[in-house]
């Protein structure tokens, strides 16, 4: 009888983890044979310029206000107007990766963290904790949440016993797996709300339905009732995910398994001794300026949301969450010094953004200042209708987001065509956004580009938690698909 029980739970423990163990076998062979994130964008390129020559477009053409037009180039001469075309946005991009790992790191947010780390007793509830904590800094900022979320989850498997550190760092990453796209942060959004880090081929496509500048506030893509609602869902479906993905102590892995060592967190961010003999060196410690710099930014950000046209949430995009991030990370870092060492630490996690955006703006060019938007449009069209066109958009969003990581230059990508089609089928420019946002944001739990500073952070690999972000995905994202289907009958076009 006793053999027999122990059976059981070992049947049992084996049928609990299938799902984690076929996704683990999809990792190795992701790691295996797809290229590095560079990789994509350059094949990418070559795709969309084979694209364009299937479909009949020239391969050298430019129209005679060559300065001013947004539309009549050759593939060749679209790729060197777009490739350029990104470098506002980059910038911006490149600013709230910066802003938010020296939020993150700050001496009083670490103190924070390790207050956090106390409150999961059980490695589930740590598991499902640090899934909730992840989702809600991903909404408020998808930078901040990839450091702050790891460096908690460190703290946590050092206080918690049995608790499984893969499980831990998977969780880490799922703001940016579900949320972080329609949170405050989230790139498309805030492009369309910002006229200046809007192509101009594209602002034509947004007014010829809208009309106005060709813009699209957040009151009509994250702040609409329906967008909110799909988050709030798609975080309890999270959540619970977490709680049922949480493997068996017979399963589990701790950092000491898989041969991590953490030490105290607090030790690690204890403030650094003022040191300097130079009587110019005090500028560099005293909190003097910073103090006066953070005070002279609120009280442009008081303006600032004071004059905003209706809402003030109106007034919240890339420019002023950079000042926000900025203002508070000197203010937190309290001295200079500390600020500087902050951001040079996590300069690293910038480079990226830094030499990709540009061949992104190359791809933009040749989809945007071509023919070939409308194409991919009529496309889109022909094989959709009203209903079914958002979750077409979702899937499409998400496969494509496998292959270009990255949320704001991808939307950059896809957004001419498809808020083009959107506008033929009478579909709600704004649900469109959200659309890209839900779909855009599933697929970083399938491709390991954005969780690298979490596994830097964790000292793991990107094949110790993709098993968990892969059952994660098949989980939230046919409940995704529901939702982008049934509130966009709820919303008026444009």
């Given at each position: 009888?006793?053999?027999?029980?122990?059976?059981?739970?070992?049947?049992?423990?084996?049928?609990?983890?299938?799902?984690?163990?076929?996704?683990?076998?999809?990792?190795?062979w992701?790691?295996?044979?797809?290229?590095?994130?560079?990789?994509?964008?350059?094949?990418?390129?070559?795709?969309?310029?084979?694209?364009?020559?299937?479909?009949?477009?020239?391969?050298?053409?430019?129209?005679?206000?060559?300065?001013?037009?947004?539309?009549?180039?050759?593939?060749?001469?679209?790729?060197?107007?777009?490739?350029?075309?990104?470098?506002?946005?980059?910038?911006?991009?490149?600013?709230?990766?910066?802003?938010?790992?020296?939020?993150?790191?700050?001496?009083?947010?670490?103190?924070?963290i390790?207050?956090?780390?106390?409150?999961?007793?059980?490695?589930?509830?740590?598991?499902?904790?640090?899934?909730?904590?992840?989702?809600?800094?991903?909404?408020?900022?998808?930078?901040?949440?990839?450091?702050?979320?790891a460096?908690?989850?460190?703290?946590?498997?050092?206080?918690?016993?049995?608790?499984?550190?893969?499980?831990?760092?998977?969780?880490?990453?799922?703001?940016l797996?579900?949320?972080?796209?329609q949170?405050l942060?989230?790139?498309?959004a805030?492009?369309?709300?910002?006229?200046?880090?809007?192509?101009?081929?594209?602002?034509?496509?947004?007014?010829s339905?809208?009309?106005?500048?060709?813009?699209?506030?957040?009151?009509?893509?994250?702040?609409?009732?329906?967008?909110?609602?799909?988050?709030?869902?798609?975080?309890?479906?999270?959540?619970?995910?977490?709680?049922?993905?949480?493997?068996?102590?017979?399963?589990?892995?701790?950092?000491?398994?898989?041969?991590?060592?953490?030490?105290?967190?607090?030790?690690?961010?204890?403030?650094?001794?003022?040191?300097?003999?130079?009587?110019?060196?005090?500028?560099?410690?005293?909190p003097?300026?910073?103090?006066?710099l953070?005070?002279?930014?609120?009280?442009?950000?008081?303006?600032?949301?004071?004059?905003a046209?209706g809402?003030?949430?109106?007034?919240?995009?890339?420019?002023?969450?950079?000042?926000?991030?900025?203002?508070?990370?000197?203010?937190l870092?309290?001295?200079?010094?500390?600020?500087?060492?902050?951001?040079?630490?996590?300069?690293?996690?910038?480079?990226?953004?830094?030499?990709?955006?540009?061949?992104?703006?190359?791809?933009?060019?040749?989809?945007?200042?071509?023919?070939?938007?409308?194409?991919?449009?009529?496309?889109?069209?022909?094989?959709?209708?009203?209903?079914?066109?958002?979750?077409?958009i979702?899937?499409?969003?998400?496969?494509?987001?496998?292959?270009?990581?990255?949320?704001?230059?991808?939307?950059?990508?896809?957004?001419?065509?498809?808020?083009?089609?959107?506008?033929?089928?009478?579909?709600?420019?704004?649900?469109?956004?959200?659309?890209?946002?839900?779909?855009?944001?599933?697929?970083?739990?399938?491709?390991?580009?954005?969780?690298?500073?979490?596994?830097?952070?964790?000292?793991?690999?990107?094949?110790?938690?993709?098993?968990?972000?892969?059952?994660?995905?098949?989980?939230?994202f046919?409940?995704?698909?529901?939702l982008?289907?049934?509130f966009?009958?709820?919303?008026?076009?444009?």
């Amino acid at each position: 009888m006793a053999l027999d029980q122990a059976s059981n739970r070992d049947a049992h423990a084996e049928q609990d983890n299938v799902i984690a163990r076929l996704a683990q076998r999809f990792t190795v062979w992701t790691e295996r044979y797809l290229p590095d994130a560079f990789g994509f964008v350059l094949v990418g390129t070559f795709v969309i310029f084979a694209a364009g020559v299937v479909t009949g477009e020239p391969m050298t053409q430019v129209p005679e206000n060559v300065a001013t037009a947004t539309t009549g180039f050759g593939l060749v001469d679209a790729w060197g107007k777009g490739f350029w075309a990104l470098v506002t946005f980059t910038l911006q991009m490149t600013m709230i990766i910066l802003g938010g790992y020296a939020v993150a790191v700050s001496p009083p947010v670490a103190r924070l963290i390790a207050k956090l780390a106390l409150v999961p007793k059980t490695p589930r509830g740590a598991i499902a904790f640090t899934a909730a904590v992840a989702m809600i800094s991903g909404y408020l900022n998808w930078a901040f949440s990839l450091i702050f979320t790891a460096i908690l989850a460190r703290e946590i498997a050092r206080l918690v016993r049995g608790v499984d550190y893969r499980a831990l760092g998977a969780m880490a990453f799922l703001g940016l797996g579900t949320v972080w796209a329609q949170g405050l942060s989230g790139s498309a959004a805030l492009q369309m709300a910002s006229a200046a880090s809007t192509p101009d081929a594209l602002k034509k496509i947004i007014a010829s339905a809208r009309g106005g500048t060709g813009v699209v506030p957040l009151s009509d893509t994250i702040f609409l009732w329906q967008g909110m609602a799909s988050t709030a869902i798609i975080f309890l479906v999270g959540v619970g995910m977490a709680l049922l993905l949480s493997p068996s102590p017979s399963r589990a892995k701790t950092a000491e398994d898989l041969g991590i060592t953490i030490k105290p967190l607090l030790e690690e961010s204890a403030d650094a001794k003022v040191v300097g003999t130079r009587p110019g060196d005090w500028l560099e410690h005293s909190p003097l300026f910073a103090i006066l710099l953070s005070l002279l930014g609120l009280w442009y950000l008081v303006r600032h949301f004071g004059r905003a046209t209706g809402s003030a949430l109106n007034a919240l995009d890339f420019n002023t969450i950079n000042l926000i991030l900025l203002m508070l990370a000197l203010a937190l870092h309290w001295r200079p010094l500390s600020l500087v060492a902050a951001i040079r630490q996590g300069a690293s996690a910038a480079s990226g953004v830094l030499l990709q955006y540009p061949f992104y703006g190359g791809i933009f060019g040749m989809i945007a200042y071509t023919g070939l938007s409308k194409t991919i449009a009529h496309w889109l069209v022909s094989a959709s209708n009203q209903t079914f066109f958002p979750p077409l958009i979702a899937i499409y969003s998400c496969v494509l987001g496998i292959f270009v990581p990255s949320g704001g230059s991808k939307w950059l990508i896809e957004a001419p065509y498809v808020i083009d089609a959107a506008n033929q089928l009478h579909v709600n420019q704004g649900w469109m956004v959200v659309v890209y946002d839900l779909g855009e944001a599933s697929a970083n739990l399938l491709q390991p580009f954005w969780m690298l500073p979490t596994l830097a952070i964790l000292g793991l690999r990107a094949r110790d938690i993709m098993g968990y972000t892969f059952a994660m995905f098949l989980a939230c994202f046919p409940v995704v698909l529901v939702l982008v289907t049934v509130f966009a009958r709820t919303l008026p076009f444009p």
